[in-house]
C-alpha cells in the first residue's frame, strides 16, 4: 500500500491526542525506497518513490512526534540535478507544464468529451491534448530521455538516468465539473529521485480562469509566480489545517482514511478534500495548509510536488 505524507515543517506535526487508528509503533523497515527498473512487475509503479505492505495500524505512522528515528524515513529529492544545468532542466521543465496548460486553458470554458477509465475515474481529450503538448517539449530538448505519462506510459529509454513524470491534467473530474482545482504536473527525477518540476495550477473558476505556476529545482529553492515561497511554521495538530485525498478504489486503504479524515476532522482545524494531489502538495509548500496525506499514489501524481515541498523548507 502505497502514500504520501508531505509536512509544512522538517519535523512531523505534533498530537496533543493521537487519533485511533494510529499506532505508535512503527517498524524501521516499514519504508523501502523503490528504483524503476523495466523488468520490475510492478513497472512503472516502482519509480523512486515509497511503498509499503503495512496494516491499517502501521499506516500513518510518519505523523507521529513519538518516533524516534527520523532516519528510518528516506529523503526525497536529488542532490543535484546531474549533468544537466538546474536552469537549463527548469526552463524546459516549465515550457513543458505551460505548453500543457495552454491546451487546458483553451479547453476549459468549452464542453467536454469525457471517457472512462474506471468506473468513476474520467478521462477527456484535453488530458491527451495536454500530454502530447509535453511529450513535444520534452522529445524536442531530450530526446533521450525516460518519459512516464499518465496517459501514455513509458516511452523512451529505460537506461536513461531522467525520468520525466508527466500528470497533464491533474484533477480530471474537477476539471469536467469546472470545479477550480487542477493542474498540469511535470517531475523530473534524476537516478529515482525528483530534481526539478513545474505544476500550473488553475485558480478562479468558470469565466474568471487564471493560473499560478510553481517550479523547483534541486537545491534551487521553490517558487510561485518567480517569488519564493515558504510554509507554515504550524507544528501543532490542533491549530492545523489539513489536507487529504481518496483514490478511486474503495480497498482498505480507502476505508481507513474515510476513518483518518474523520478523526483528524476532530482534532485539527479542519481536513480539506480537493481532488488534485499536485494542487495539496503546492498548498502546502505555500503555507495555506500545514499538511496532506494520501494513500496509493502513482509517480506522476507525485512527481512535482514532492519536490516542491522539500525544498521549500530549505
Not at 493521537?18 to 512503527?26: G, L, Q
Not at 523497515?29 to 509499503?52: C, E, I
Not at 464542453?111 to 477509465?117: E, H
Request: hydrophobic content about 40%; charged content about 20%; proline content about 5%.
Amino acid at each position: 500500500m502505497g502514500r504520501s505524507l508531505v509536512f509544512s515543517t522538517n519535523i512531523p506535526l505534533r498530537f496533543s491526542q493521537t487519533p485511533r487508528s494510529i499506532s505508535p509503533r512503527v517498524h524501521p523497515n516499514q519504508y523501502q525506497p523503490y528504483k524503476f527498473t523495466a523488468n520490475s512487475p510492478l513497472g512503472h509503479q516502482k519509480v523512486g518513490f515509497l511503498s509499503t505492505n503495512s496494516t491499517r495500524k502501521l499506516c500513518t505512522g510518519a505523523l507521529l512526534s513519538e518516533v524516534s528515528n527520523q532516519r528510518q524515513y528516506p529523503k526525497v529529492g536529488a542532490k543535484s540535478t546531474g549533468p544537466i544545468p538546474p536552469s537549463q532542466l527548469i526552463e524546459v521543465v516549465e515550457t513543458a507544464a505551460k505548453a500543457g496548460a495552454e491546451v487546458v486553458m483553451d479547453a476549459v470554458n468549452k464542453p467536454r468529451n469525457i471517457t472512462y477509465k474506471g468506473l468513476t475515474d474520467l478521462v477527456t481529450d484535453t488530458d491527451k491534448m495536454s500530454e502530447a503538448a509535453i511529450l513535444e517539449v520534452v522529445k524536442r530538448n531530450f530526446g533521450d530521455h525516460l518519459i512516464l505519462g499518465e496517459e501514455g506510459g513509458i516511452i523512451g529509454d529505460t537506461s536513461s538516468d531522467y525520468l520525466w513524470c508527466i500528470d497533464p491534467l491533474d484533477g480530471t473530474t474537477n476539471f469536467a465539473h469546472c470545479y477550480p482545482s487542477f493542474a498540469v504536473s511535470v517531475g523530473v527525477l534524476f537516478r529515482g529521485n525528483p530534481a526539478a518540476a513545474s505544476v500550473v495550477e488553475f485558480v478562479g473558476g468558470p469565466m474568471c480562469w487564471n493560473t499560478r505556476t510553481f517550479s523547483a529545482t534541486a537545491g534551487g529553492g521553490a517558487f510561485c509566480n518567480g517569488q519564493k515561497i515558504h510554509p507554515s511554521h504550524t507544528d501543532k495538530v490542533e491549530q492545523s489545517l489539513l489536507v487529504t485525498g481518496f483514490g478511486y478504489e474503495h480497498d482498505d486503504a480507502w476505508i481507513t482514511n474515510i476513518e483518518l479524515f474523520k478523526e483528524f476532522t476532530d482534532i485539527s482545524r479542519g481536513v480539506r478534500r480537493l481532488g488534485a494531489a499536485a494542487v495539496d502538495m503546492c498548498h502546502v509548500a505555500l503555507g495555506v495548509a500545514e499538511a496532506y496525506w494520501e494513500y496509493c499514489l502513482k509517480p506522476w501524481d507525485m512527481a512535482a510536488g514532492v519536490l516542491l515541498k522539500k525544498l521549500v523548507v530549505q
